[in-house]
T-cell receptor
Framework: DAGVTQSPTHLIKTRGQQVTLRCSPKSGHDTVSWYQQALGQGPQFIFQYYEEEERQRGNFPDRFSGHQFPNYSSELNVNALLLGDSALYLC????????????FGPGTRLTVT | SQKIEQNSEALNIQEGKTATLTCNYTNYSPAYLQWYRQDPGRGPVFLLLIRENEKEKRKERLKVTFDTTLKQSLFHITASQPADSATYLCALDRGSSNTGKLIFGQGTTLQVKP
């Protein structure tokens, strides 16, 4: 049983560009959350999706958007990249009807130059 | 303002001793508190969850306590091993309509020396 998978592993972009990160949840999970983790800090909640809709959002600008597909996989899009967007982006999934623990993927390391 | 604080300095202990990590919070009323382990370059791994009406939870060598009066959780690893060396994160979940929106502390790095 595969856990949470994310792609790509690493990404280098230039300021002003746009990026799309992808996540496949653990089998049986219907809820996906995205987090941003700067070096030496704890993860910060970006948003959560279930039933293909954004259900909760953290304190992130509209440049951050997402999508959830019918198979529960998800994308995170960031427009107009800033240097400060450089971070590890983590996807986490859970079974909303069963438990509160979240299963994290390995993350995508985004570097903006 | 709302804040979650963990020991900012790394914790160094000798193998076999008990490691105790602290998580303090202000201006939150968490319904659940979770502890995660994170190794360098990897995603966090869930360890334990404790509810607001629980005082203590155990799993093998791990123990978590939760004091909603002190607004504090303690995380203990007994008989620590070098393999326990990692960063440990506490995370609050306020439950209800906020369920799943985890609010993390900055993490405490534990180093267990043989």
């Amino acid at each position: 049983d595969a856990g949470v998978t994310q792609s790509p592993t690493h990404l280098i972009k230039t300021r002003g560009q746009q990026v799309t990160l992808r996540c496949s949840p653990k089998s049986g999970h219907d809820t996906v959350s995205w987090y941003q983790q700067a070096l030496g800090q704890g993860p910060q909640f970006i948003f959560q999706y279930y039933e293909e809709e954004e259900r909760q959002r953290g304190n992130f600008p509209d440049r951050f958007s997402g999508h959830q597909f019918p198979n529960y996989s998800s994308e995170l899009n960031v427009n107009a990249l800033l240097l400060g967007d450089s971070a590890l982006y983590l996807c986490a999934s859970r079974d909303r009807g069963a438990s509160y623990e979240q299963y994290f993927g390995p993350g995508t390391r985004l570097t903006v130059t | 303002s709302q804040k979650i604080e963990q020991n900012s300095e790394a914790l160094n202990i000798q193998e076999g001793k008990t490691a105790t990590l602290t998580c303090n919070y202000t201006n939150y009323s968490p319904a659940y508190l979770q502890w995660y382990r994170q190794d360098p370059g990897r995603g966090p791994v869930f360890l334990l969850l404790i509810r607001e009406n629980e005082k203590e939870k155990r799993k093998e060598r791990l123990k978590v306590t939760f004091d909603t009066t002190l607004k504090q959780s303690l995380f203990h690893i007994t008989a620590s091993q070098p393999a326990d060396s990692a960063t440990y994160l506490c995370a609050l979940d306020r439950g209800s309509s906020n369920t799943g929106k985890l609010i993390f502390g900055q993490g405490t790095t534990l180093q267990v020396k043989p």
